[in-house]
């Protein structure tokens, strides 16, 4: 949970409870029933609130305001949002990729393989039934002879037969192609996905936010120490965020050098894996 979501949530829950006890003064004060009944009944605050208008105002407005404060919160908190449908994700605008693994690429890169491989056994099969039709057919077209019936019509049936298994070969053909295709995007996403990694682990990062004192320690540290770093900011940045709680999320800052991170902000932790 972040800081700005502990905040949001602080205050929706201060400023409930205040105002349900607000509404509980004033109901006792306008009369013993009115307080039993907001207190005692289903709904019965409500009631009040309505039928007092001049009385109930300032505690729904109060309501209004904590449960304002407490939506933001829990849209503010990566956890809440990474529990919801990915529909309520999308529509809040913090929908999230999976980030992906390298043993999720070499799994569909050796299915896509063995995909390809039977695609080619079958197609070669194809190919070695179909010449062999071929040729069978174009002898008996050869020795066919004007009025024989019955020989044209199981020629005929026999080249249809031709000509069908003939299109099932096109088809396979096509889907080898296609299998290749994302065979050649799967090994293009996992060298991308290998480079991205070799990068990360030999880098400076610091994810943190805006508002936290420690984030601000470690950036103007590293800074005046000249070394370059990505700043990830996990409140705002949806990518960094889930890189944050791949992690192991918790408290931040969190300072990750050549691989190995820290959470917190210690200068002689970052001079020893610099």
Request: glycine share 8%; net charge neutral.
């Amino acid at each position: 949970m972040t800081f700005l979501s502990e905040i949001l949530l602080l205050a929706g829950a201060a400023i409930g409870v205040y105002a349900g006890m607000l509404l509980l003064v004033r109901a006792f004060k306008t009369s013993l029933v009115w307080g039993l009944v907001s207190t005692l009944v289903p709904l019965g605050n409500i009631i009040f609130m309505f039928v007092h208008w001049s009385k109930g105002r300032r505690p729904f407005i109060a309501h209004i305001i904590a449960l304002v404060l407490l939506t933001g919160g829990c849209i503010a908190s990566p956890g809440v949002i990474k529990s919801l449908p990915p529909a309520m994700q999308v529509a809040l605008g913090r929908h999230q990729d999976p980030v992906p693994h390298p043993e999720d690429f070499s799994a569909e890169i050796t299915s896509t393989q063995d995909h390809g491989d039977q695609l080619q056994q079958q197609i070669a099969s194809q190919v070695n039934n179909l010449t062999s039709q071929y040729n069978d057919l174009a002898k008996r077209r050869a020795l066919l002879k004007a009025g024989d019936t019955l020989a044209t019509a199981a020629f005929n049936r026999d080249a249809a037969s031709y000509t069908a298994r003939k299109k099932q070969l096109d088809t396979l053909r096509a889907e080898s192609v296609a299998n290749d295709g994302q065979l050649t995007a799967l090994l293009q996403k996992q060298a991308d996905f290998e480079t991205k990694t070799y990068a990360a682990a030999h880098s400076v990062t610091v994810y943190g936010t805006l508002t936290c004192p420690a984030c601000r320690m470690a950036r103007e540290y590293l800074t005046s120490k000249g070394v370059a770093f990505r700043d990830v900011d996990v409140e705002h940045d949806p990518q960094g965020a889930a890189e944050f709680q791949q992690r192991g999320g918790g408290g931040v800052p969190m300072v990750v050098i050549n691989g190995a991170q820290m959470t917190g902000f210690s200068s002689a932790w970052v001079d020893d894996h610099l």
